[in-house]
């Protein structure tokens, strides 16, 4: 079996790893400015991890022409993915940067094929028959470990994953046997802080903020975060606006209660909440007063953040809590590092308190450890990371056969 990685090689975005230039695993856009794809291979199969826009935003260029490779993925990254797809196309489909078209996306329809958790299913591509199976990762409502045999070898594919329980989904326990495992490093130099310490703290923030007049922003990735956010503010009497693509995402994922920790605790925190609409100058409105809104776009790249931060930034009673992470070359991580934000073509000081808050969905350095425990007999090949070379070295100095390849490298397995 050998390896080619097309995409997320020593950098987080645009995952996309090629398995003997046939199955493609993920396919994802880089959401750093501007937005760039991995190179397009001619592949006969196409496997997807999760519905995030840096694993699966780019999967619809893969059926321009007369190409239509089967893509397999769970069934809420099906319908994440056409979420996906079209606020892509709402930003960027007049821009020749945008790598497909609607027609594209009203393909899939065509060749996607959806599987369960633990059901293995065969994929036929280039002559070989791979057996893959779907493990839940525990990071988004269907995100999934991808596991490729050929017969001879065995792949993990890792994807995004996180080890501990939060609200919205159960931790990944799967460790499915595997000679070779491509494994996710987002937060390899972090160690999380306690979660329910973190909920307590940006709720005590929250409070406080509006106690003393002021409003909150919380910019929330629209799929994962905002459902997690909602389910904090339901469980501490908190109630927000909830606006962006995220209202259409938690419906979505409410269709899938099987993919879901707690399903009726969702249903209470959508009650609760408060959808906002956009209409009859609704987001003016309520940024004016002392309100929790929690918005995408979680990296400030673009959506109904950008109506809301006009407004808080020049008063520092008010708040924006980050609660994710913010890629290099994002306005948001513009905005953690520099207390500056680029509005309308303009930078600007930002006033307003800006504070971070670890939500994160992604195994820390102990998760990561813990996962690859069992895999010290495994090839270990490391990748979606800021740090991939410095943690594969950690790994090799603890015993484990571990590397980071670069970007277009090919690994024989």
Not at 157 to 170: I, K, N, P
Not at 203 to 216: F, Q, S
Not at 326 to 334: A, C, D, S
């Amino acid at each position: 079996m050998e390896v080619e990685f097309l995409g997320g090689a020593r950098e987080v975005g645009r995952s996309a790893v090629l398995v003997d230039d046939a199955l493609l695993i993920d396919y994802g856009l880089l959401t750093a400015d501007p937005r760039s794809t991995p190179p397009r291979p001619r592949t006969r199969r196409v496997v997807v991890s999760h519905g995030h826009l840096d694993h699966v935003g780019a999967v619809p260029a893969l059926l321009k022409g007369d190409r239509r490779p089967p893509v397999h993925w769970t069934p809420p990254t099906a319908s994440l993915a056409r979420v996906l797809a079209r606020d892509t196309l709402k930003l960027h489909g007049n821009s020749p940067l945008c790598p497909f078209s609607e027609e594209h996306v009203a393909r899939l329809g065509e060749v996607e094929e959806r599987h369960a958790y633990r059901e293995p299913f065969v994929v036929e591509a280039g002559g070989t028959a791979y057996e893959v199976t779907l493990f839940n990762a525990g990071h988004i409502p269907g995100s999934a470990h991808v596991l490729v045999d050929d017969g001879d070898t065995a792949l993990l594919y890792t994807g995004d994953f996180h080890t501990d329980d939060q609200r919205l989904v159960s931790g990944t326990t799967a460790r499915p046997d595997a000679d070779a495992v491509i494994c996710e490093s987002t937060y390899a130099d972090v160690t999380h802080e306690d979660r329910r310490t973190v909920e307590d703290r940006w709720v005590e923030r929250v409070r406080t903020t509006i106690w003393e007049g002021g409003t909150v922003v919380a910019p929330a990735f629209a799929i994962g975060r905002t459902q997690e956010l909602t389910l904090v503010a339901e469980a501490n009497d908190l109630t927000p606006y909830v606006d962006g693509m995220g209202v259409e995402v938690t419906r979505l994922v409410r269709r899938h209660p099987e993919f879901l920790r707690d399903p009726e605790a969702l249903r209470r925190a959508t009650g609760a909440a408060r959808f906002v609409t956009g209409r009859d100058g609704q987001r003016e409105r309520i940024a004016g007063d002392n309100e929790l809104i929690v918005t995408t776009s979680g990296m400030l790249a673009g959506g109904p953040v950008h109506s809301y931060l006009p407004k808080i930034r020049g008063n520092p009673t008010n708040l924006v809590t980050l609660t994710g992470y913010q890629v290099e070359g994002t306005p948001g991580r513009e905005l953690q590092d520099r207390g500056r934000l680029a509005i309308n073509g303009t930078v600007r000081p930002v006033s307003a308190r800006v504070e971070s808050f670890d939500f994160s969905a992604h195994a820390d350095r102990g998760g990561l450890e813990a996962f690859l425990e069992p895999y010290r007999g495994a090839r270990v090949l490391v990748n979606h990371g800021d740090r991939c070379e410095a943690f594969a070295e950690d790994l090799r100095a603890d015993g484990f056969d571990a590397s980071a390849p670069e970007l277009g490298a090919r690994v024989d397995l």
